[in-house]
């Protein structure tokens, strides 16, 4: 199989406050909106490095989704949000498993886990060829 490229889909009820939380406090980039042409936006794609996050407006949202944020610096996205007014689920901490993570949620119950991957973290090493 050759994925080109991927998407996360959350159906939402609430387009006009996911749109302020997700391009207002979070800063992700529009990729492409949808229903335009009838006057009124009704779903919007965003950036989310190498794939997507689609929000399309729906009278029954689907049930939350985790999502799952790679940045380069997490404790500098905590101060940002926690300035913007974001509560925040978890502080960031390095968990068990050797990264860096800060928990919140959107207004519609979707997690983020904003992740940071510390230099020293083998997800940060690759592998031999012969591992491969």
Known sequence: ME?????V?????RLGELRSFYEAVLGLRI??????????VSGVVYFLG???LEIPESPQASPPVPLWLQ???VN???????AAGVQIVQ?????PWGLIELWINDP??????IIEVPADHPLRRRAPAENR
């Open 3 to 7: 994925v080109l490229s991927s998407r």
């Open 9 to 13: 889909i959350c159906h939402t009820d």
């Open 31 to 40: 990729y492409r909106e949808y229903g335009v042409r009838t006057g009124e």
């Open 50 to 52: 190498g794939g997507f």
């Open 71 to 73: 940045v380069p610096d």
């Open 76 to 82: 500098a996205e905590e101060a940002r949000l926690d």
């Open 91 to 95: 502080r960031a901490r390095r968990m």
């Open 108 to 113: 519609r119950g979707n997690e983020l886990r």
